[in-house]
Each structure stands twice: as C-alpha cells, then as structure tokens.
C-alpha cells in the first residue's frame, strides 16, 4: 500500500489558511480555545480525551498536537496509551455491536 503524503503543518500554512478566511479562522480558534479550557473537565483530561478521538479520526495532526498537549497537561505516557486502547475498544465495540444487524439478517434467513 503507497504512503500518503501528508504535508507538515507549518506557521506559513496556517497563515495562508488564516489569510484565506480569517473570519473562520478565529471563530475555529475561538471555539477551540474555549472547548478545551478548564471547565468541568481538567484540561489533562480533555487533551486525554482529544487523544482518543484523534486516534479514531486517524489525523496524524491532531494525534502530535494533543500527545503533546495532554503532555504539557501532566498525562503520563502510561495515561495517554490507556486513552488509545480505550478508543480502540470504542472502535472495534461499534463493529461488535453492528454485528446484530447482521445476525438479524441470518436469523431472518434461516426462518424465511
């Protein structure tokens, strides 16, 4: 299977990418800035949580930005492997649980 080529993010993308729509720009940054502020959740285990659902996203962006994020946060390396098997068991969890259409199927099948 090829590799994709993904580019770097660099300061220059990111100021073409804000020159381009600056009013979505700082709305995304706005937002962003204030999901993952203390709130309810400390910020470790929102950067925790932001981990996992890079890993379930597959954005190799999102994964560096947030390990090192949920690292500035205090996470442990043993705390940020925990989040990727928790979002691996969710992964894998929806094929498990969508397996009942299918048995649904085959049960429909054998009595039909």
């Known amino acids: ?6 580019p770097k993010a660099t300061r220059a993308l990111a100021d073409l990418r804000r ?3 600056p009013e979505a720009d700082a709305g995304f940054q706005a937002f962003s800035n204030a999901v993952f502020a203390k709130g309810a959740l400390d910020v470790r285990t929102k950067q925790l949580i932001a981990v996992a659902v890079a ?3 597959q ?3 999102c994964i560096e930005g947030h390990v090192k994020a949920a690292r500035r946060a ?3 390396s043993e705390e940020i492997m925990e989040a990727i098997w ?3 068991e969710m992964r894998a969890g929806a094929a498990f649980a969508h397996s009942l259409k299918t048995l649904d199927l085959l049960s429909a099948e054998e009595e039909g």
């Open 1 to 6: 299977m090829a590799e994709m080529h993904l």
């Open 19 to 21: 020159r381009l729509a």
């Open 55 to 57: 890993h379930v996203t």
């Open 59 to 61: 954005c190799p962006w």
């Open 74 to 76: 205090g996470a442990s």
């Open 86 to 88: 928790v979002a691996a």
